[in-house]
């Protein structure tokens, strides 16, 4: 009952509440993603909304500065980035760059936005724990194997294998990645075939993506390899069309009938307008002809 | 055609000189009534280049609409000086003479008005000159404009050698009253011809030359014209007798023009005595095997289609007989069987009912070229829906209207204008001591 | 069982954005990256000592993503040729295609490049819906007939029309035979964000008295970015990717070309005409929507419902009097 009747008081406000928003800064939602790219490249990315009616909409443009936790707790500014027109804003970070481990082998990162007169302040935490993904390409006669080896930093600073993930395994393609299959790992360790049907590039090269997707300790990570496992593919190119009716050039035999007729029909004319020429030159010469 | 044997040159002028030397009252009203159409079509054309193409009654469907068909049956008229002039010419048909100028106008006229309604369907006139720029010669459309401007030009050449010697005869008779700049434009453009056999000789040769020239290009261009249509892959459209069926329509709505314009001059400028009932005789029959040629043409290209009956041939079928069921009758069937039955049957043979006759082959002819071209577009392969409903039936708006008014009545004022600057009937040709004919005979 | 589905899903949903890292490998197949982040050109990199330094995000030069000149426009994208497959099983009509392609192409509303056709090949066959982008032929007769040289075809089979140089005889129109271009019969009445220059893979600013056509996006494509039909569509009915990689992907899965089109029977329409289409239709079979919801879905637009009049199905449906 209380919940109603204030519920019924707030929307008589809403109006009031509304123009006040106006002047208010909006609360932001504000997230952010980690990825651990093949190279070993760590990659932040922040990602800023707002509400100003009933949807929510991205933020193009705003400053968003990336830090992380070092020894004292303190935080140390990494970079900063500015969000595009998917409001996301980025930076990478060099995998020889020294970030600080806590008592628990995490790294912790810090984004935080502008506090602005439109936007409210807003932060994000990311505990990292890292691991390591390598691939092996493995070719025995026809068969073909992807191996995954999986290790994890446990808080002692030890690698150890890692067991029971999910790694997902596919080819990138230029729009999306083309799944090849989803293995668990068990004691650091997952294998899968590859496909007989996938087509490389003329070289037969097939790049091989594995990754642990959206985990809430590791982030997303990868590990990629180029594979020279492809199907060659029968290329689909117009590089050099020839004479045909919608190329540039027209065909042979048309220019040829054309210039032909063409040279036939104004030789004629020619001849015609040359002889209307001699006429009145003929003309002139009987004029004088009959003066004198 | 016993005139011939009593006229000398002089006679003859001045018996046609009346024509050139004046105007009467109701030939100023004419000229001013057509005048006002021409003006009218103009005022459709402003309103087309200034509001777009959005004031045709052309969408996305039908593309090309009124426009077009005029256009066909501008260059389809042409045909009449080309064909008719040209082959009689070649033929040396002695009766052909009296006739001939009028079919030459005809064509040059025709052929100046006909290319403007391809103009009218060009979204942008203002970019016309890529044809030069970038023309493909895989195109039907550059071929297309190769060929007319060839035409024009030759058809120029051709009337203009045929005027020579009328020019050469004004020029020397020297009671004629015209204003000065007639004069001068006769002397300049007699080109000192003064039948000297050199001369004669020359232009007898070149003449003969020329006429087969026009008429081999005055086919090609009406193959090329039915070719912009035939090579696409639309059902009413892509078929292999095209060339010859339009090639044929053309000479056979010529011929129709060409008699009805002989009425009329006949008529206005008393010629009974020189076009004569034989004349229309003599055009009639053409007329009437011209138009047993095109009942033969049209029968086998819906025959074909109807018997196949290929999904969208019998779709197109189905359109024609249902929607433009009159249209149909009209063109493919009273268009062919009436000229069948009253040339065809010596008792009604008659200069009235000749000239009656092709006007309603004028009539079907039109409509001949609108059924080709418009049913065509309203049976696409895709049937013609998820378009907007106000957007798919094709009609001619005013727009469209005033420009085929405005054609129309361009093509009568030139004509009326060029009957007033050298006799509708060739001077030259009536006169029995013209030398060169008898000689040329001869050789 | 359940997280590890959700997390599949999300997998899958993920195929479409690339990890940077996964395009650098990727980089030696396509030489081009990361679809997620296109639009920006920079991103910083904190290097090993602590510096920070901006490096591209790819390797395209900021001219890619703008949109090409035309004299760029002419030429296709490197090793590319753009291949569609329609699933007709999955098309109900909702027509979100043909709205974001008028969006995102900045189209007038009385011109529209995609339209959805209600077929029924024989009396007795079920009706069904069929969208129709343009077909991009490798043997386009619009392109033949051109007397100009407007429109073109590039080396990945993209059929584009330069409204630069385009008369509007609407020769090509009559050439093709899938009415798949339209006229701008009048000014188009659309605002176009201010400083935009013209380019034939936009196909913005529209001119009057010119054609247009799909363009299979061309100017998204240059990004690595899907078609904005294919995105579009609730149902992922559109599919779409390089042929030369064999496979499509219609932004949530992703197929082997040569299998989806060996496994659902996939046909190009009309190959009769021997237009050589670059669209591959998969037949309705197994359909997940009855036909006329794409009726009930615009039951609130009239104008819609009636460009379906004359349909048996429509007939059917609402009856001989509507």
Known sequence: MKTKIFFIIASLLLPFGMKLAASEPYSLSFYLEYRKLAEGERKISATAKYKPDRFWEVIQGMKVEFYYLNEEGDEVLLADGITDEKGTASILIDPEYPLYRNEEGLIEFVARTEETEKYELAEEWLSIRDIYLEMKLIEDGDERTIELHAEVLDENGELVPLSDEDIYFSVPRMFSKLPLGEETLEDGFCSITFPANIVGNAEREVTILAEIFEHYEFGTVQASKVSTWGKLGSPHLIEHPSRELWTPVAPLWMIITLIVLLVGVWGHYIYAIVQLVLIRKAGTRFEREQQV | ??????????????????????????????????????????????????????????????????????????????????????????????????????????????????????????????????????????????????????DIVGCIIFLYMALLRDFAHLRDYPELKVPKWKKKLYYYFALKYHDTPEQRKKLNRTVDIMAAMVIAIAIIVYSVLAWIFSVTLQPGWHSTIFGPYFVIAAVYSGTAVLIVSMYLFRKVYKLEHVITELHFKNMGIILLVLGAFFGYFTFSEYLTKWYGSQKNDELLISILFDKYYWEFVISNYIGVLLPLIIIGIPKFRTIKSITFTSLVVILALWLNRYLIVVPTLESPYLPIQDSRSAWVDYGGTWVEWSLTLGGIAGFLLLFTLASKLVPIVQLSALVKKDKSEENRKSE | MTAKNESRRSFLKAGLSLSAGAALGAAALSGRADSMDAPSEKIKLVTADGRVIEVEKYDLSIDDRNPASIEKSHYGLPGRKFVMVIDLAKCKNARKCVEKCQEGHYLPEDHEWLNIYLLKDSPESAPYWFPRPCFQCDNPLCVSVCPVGATFKRTDGIVLVDTDRCIGCKFCMTGCPYSARVFHWHEPEVEVPEGTVYSPETAYPAEEGTVGKCVFCADLLRKNELPRCVVACPEGVIYFGDLNEDTVTNGVETMVFSELIKNRSGYRYHEDLGTRPSVYYLPPVDRLYEVEEGFSLHAENPEILERYKNTETYKKYFGDGH
């Open chain 2, 1 to 150: 055609m016993d005139i011939n044997n009593t006229l000398t040159i002089d006679g003859a002028i001045k018996e046609f000189a009346p024509q050139i030397e004046k105007t009467s009252p109701l030939g100023w009203s004419w000229i001013t009534f057509l005048s006002v159409l021409v003006l009218f079509g103009f005022y459709g054309l402003y309103t087309q280049i200034a509001e777009g193409h959005i004031v045709t009654g052309m969408r996305d469907n039908v593309v090309w609409g009124i426009y077009i068909v005029n256009f066909i049956f501008f260059m389809g008229v042409s045909y009449a000086g080309a064909l008719i002039s040209g082959t009689l010419h070649l033929f040396r048909s002695e009766w052909r003479k009296p006739v001939i100028r009028m079919a030459e106008w005809i064509t040059i006229i025709s052929l100046l008005i006909g290319p403007l309604y391809i103009l009218l369907c060009i979204g942008r006139l203002d970019k016309l000159h890529n044809i030069a720029l970038f023309g493909r010669i895989q195109s039907p459309i550059t071929w297309d404009v190769i060929a007319i401007s060839t």
